[in-house]
């Protein structure tokens, strides 16, 4: 598989996610000792983000962490309304 940056893997996963994939922004803001990546989804698709109780989230999370891990970095997820 090709090199992803996390910006990118995040973006990927959110648009096999929703509805709306063309109103899914992704920004990465990188801090001295982590990168905070803010996902922007339509108001519409903000569930199908979330998930029951948060679940689909945390896993996003969850990928991030790991792919962040392999490439020795520190990220945090931000889903933005």
């Given at each position: 598989m090709?090199?992803l940056?996390l910006?990118?893997?995040?973006e990927f996963m959110?648009k096999a996610l929703v509805?709306?994939p ?5 920004k ?6 982590t990168t ?6 339509d108001q ?8 029951r ?6 896993s996003?999370?969850t990928?991030l ?13 931000e889903?933005?309304?």
């Open positions: 090709a090199d940056s910006k990118e893997l995040v959110a509805d709306n063309g109103s899914v922004e992704v990465e803001v990188v801090g001295e000792q905070v990546v803010e996902l922007k989804v519409s698709d903000l569930g199908k983000v979330i998930g109780q948060g679940r689909t989230a945390r996003m999370r990928i962490t790991a792919a962040s891990t392999k490439l020795q970095k520190r990220s945090v997820l889903i933005v309304e």
